[in-house]
């Protein structure tokens, strides 16, 4: 066996490895010189996470792109309602007075009057109850106006000698002084008090023009109300027109359930703290009981403004002491309103949180003042109702099946259309399908009732 020879001729050098390795510094260390047994607490990526990564970016910016195009249609479509504001205010108006309206218009209508008699009835009948209210109330306001003015200048003499007085020991000079500076601010601001003034006129004026067109439509409306869901309902198709008429008879109920229950919330905080208010002998009762009635219809803040104002007139009116007492009468009537009445009213009718109240009457005063923080509420239970239809028709719950086992369906030929109940099997949430009982009288009394209102 031949041994080769380390240093035979024409053999090249061992290359030096020390000069080829990368010299070692504090940024750069050498990879030599860490173990190669180390293993990192990280797991190794996947093949799938490239891939995954692009699906969910994707999908994020497919739900962007979604929001983004809902936001801009919320922001069109109110911007197209500001625009129509005047014309829709109104209608708005109108509607919510067909709720009111409308169960004594049918209760004519079952005692045989015409229908224009009987929405004209109703609506003069309104209208002459709304006009004998302030009728009655506005000689006891100008009545009590002077002796309450005298007990202000009162309150306000108590109050300058309980200043001047200790502890506080203001001079007569740093009171003038104080009221004049309050002077010269009302003199240097007069013209703009007096464009709000002018503004306020306005609105007011306005409003006016608008409740009386508003009673005009609720005349229609109640008049020809009937008519509408057939009309409705016949220009979509035959499996869209169940939904449209059950959706719009949720709606319509949801709103006259908020008009009725706060009506009677209203009623019961007027009633009670009008008694204490009169027990008391504090002036201007009726005009308080009825503010206080109106203030119902803006739940949480209404009931607030208005028990305020009572309790400032008694501490104008009788002193601390009365004051006190009206506050604590004001604050029994609240709690037995939000503690037994708005339970039933959330529970029968609005099915909303005190939070989500809270917020629909601060945006809607916000944006329109005080129509808007009075139409905040009815405005959000009609969105909840389409929630939930819309959620309740994706859970297949069937929500167009009303409770007593009916559901409205359009008939009729190229003469005309009405709506009609026929009776169905409402599928039970546990998956079995049973028979729901309904009456029968009822249904063929309101099919008649449609029938006969159908258009020729």
Do not use: C
Not at 267 to 282: E, S
């Amino acid at each position: 066996m031949r041994l080769r020879s380390s240093d035979r001729s024409g053999s090249s050098p061992a290359p030096d490895r020390s000069e080829e390795a990368p010299t070692a510094s504090g940024r750069t260390p050498s990879f030599a010189a860490v173990p190669t047994a180390a293993v990192s607490a990280t797991p190794a990526p996947s093949p799938e996470r490239g891939p995954r990564l692009r699906k969910g970016v994707r999908a994020l910016a497919v739900a962007a792109a979604q929001v983004l195009l809902i936001a801009a249609g919320i922001v069109v479509v109110g911007w197209v309602l500001g625009k129509l504001w005047s014309v829709l205010l109104p209608v708005i108006l109108g509607l919510l007075f067909a709720t009111v309206l409308w169960p004594p218009t049918r209760l004519l209508r079952r005692l045989r009057f015409p229908p224009a008699l009987a929405a004209l009835v109703a609506v003069v009948g309104f209208l002459a109850a709304i006009v004998g209210i302030f009728v009655w109330i506005v000689p006891q306001v100008a009545g009590e106006a002077g002796a309450l003015a005298d007990a202000v200048v009162a309150g306000l003499q108590d109050l300058q000698a309980w200043v001047t007085g200790p502890p506080l020991n203001l001079g007569e000079d740093q009171i003038g002084q104080a009221v004049d500076q309050v002077i010269n601010t009302v003199q240097n601001n007069a013209q703009t008090i007096a464009s709000y003034a002018l503004t306020g006129a306005t609105a007011i004026g306005s409003f006016l023009i608008n409740l009386v067109l508003a009673l005009v439509l609720a005349f229609f409306f109640v008049k020809d109300g009937p008519r509408w869901l057939p009309w409705l309902a016949a220009q979509t198709g035959t499996r869209v027109a169940p939904h449209v008429a059950a959706l719009s008879y949720k709606m319509w109920t949801a709103v006259s359930e908020f008009i009725r229950l706060q009506a009677l919330v209203g009623f019961v905080d007027a009633f009670f703290i009008g008694l204490g208010l009169w027990i008391l002998d504090v002036p201007l009762v009726l005009p308080l009981a009825v503010l206080t009635f109106l203030g119902a219809f803006i739940p949480i803040i209404g009931a607030f403004v208005a028990g305020a104002l009572a309790v400032v007139v008694a501490l104008v009116s009788q002193g601390f002491t009365t004051a006190l007492i009206v506050l604590g009468i004001v604050l029994l009537v609240q709690q037995l309103e939000g503690n037994v009445l708005q339970p039933i009213i959330q529970g029968r009718g609005l099915n909303l949180h005190a939070a989500v109240v809270i917020l629909a009457v601060a945006a809607g005063a916000n944006l329109a003042g005080i129509i808007g923080a009075f139409l905040a509420v009815p405005v959000a239970a009609l969105i909840a109702v389409v929630y939930r239809y819309l959620r309740d028709e994706l859970d297949g719950r069937s929500p167009e099946i009303a409770d007593d086992g009916t559901r409205v369906t359009v008939t009729g030929d190229d003469a005309g259309s009405t709506v009609v109940r026929e009776r169905v099997d409402a599928p039970a949430h546990d998956g079995r399908t049973d028979s729901v009982e309904g009456t029968a009288e009822d249904t063929a009394e309101d099919t008649a009732e449609d029938t006969a209102d159908r258009p020729r």
